[in-house]
């Protein structure tokens, strides 16, 4: 079972809690690097996308 880490929109805490239990902020699910320019393998999947 993968954990659900999330991560504080205000002071950028990670935690498993909906509320940051530092700032009492809304935390919100990390999400996937997938098509992130920063993605060194994004670039090669779009290439593919495309021709297919
Ligand atoms: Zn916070």
Redesign the pocket.
């Known amino acids: 079972m993968r954990s659900k880490i999330l991560r ?6 990670y ?1 498993l809690k909906e509320i ?1 239990p ?4 809304r ?1 919100a699910p990390t999400k996937p690097a997938r098509f992130s320019p920063d993605d060194p393998y994004g670039r090669y999947r779009r290439v593919l996308a495309s021709e297919a």
Not at 22 to 25: I, Q, S
């Open positions: 504080c929109e205000s002071c950028a805490r935690t940051c530092a700032c009492g902020g935390a």
